[in-house]
Nanobody, 118 residues
Framework: VQLQASGGGLVQAGGSLRLSCAAS????????IGWYRQAPGNQRELVAL???????SYADSVKGRFTISRDNAKNTVSMQMNSLKPEDTAVYYC?????????????WGKGTQVTVSS
């Protein structure tokens, strides 16, 4: 499975950005796709995930501000980030969860930088 992320960049506090992730390869071996982030000195943390059935989960810190969506036909996931705060600054990584014989496997894309200035 290959994950190609796009989006990110520099924005002022209160602004918006959109991240996208396209999955390719053995996409039958994955279900949930989403985003983690890692700020300098911090551990990588879950931001949002969406299953193939559309079930979503969000970190408490982004609820009400971020919205994740999915196009199963295109194997793409997008995350709209609104009301961005300086503490949202981090490298964001696309992630996919393996299923079936691949259960427990995490697939990762290259990170994309999101910087929110105050």
């Amino acid at each position: 499975v290959q994950l190609q992320a796009s989006g990110g960049g520099l924005v002022q506090a209160g602004g918006s950005l959109r991240l996208s992730c396209a999955a390719s390869g053995s996409t039958f071996s994955i279900d949930a796709i989403g985003w983690y982030r890692q700020a300098p000195g911090n551990q990588r943390e879950l931001v949002a995930l969406i299953s193939s059935s559309g079930s979503t989960s969000y970190a408490d810190s982004v609820k009400g501000r971020f919205t994740i969506s999915r196009d199963n036909a295109k194997n793409t996931v997008s995350m709209q980030m609104n009301s961005l705060k300086p503490e949202d600054t981090a490298v964001y990584y696309c992630n996919a969860k393996g299923v079936g014989v691949h259960y427990g496997v995490d697939y990762w894309g290259k990170g994309t930088q999101v910087t929110v200035s105050s």
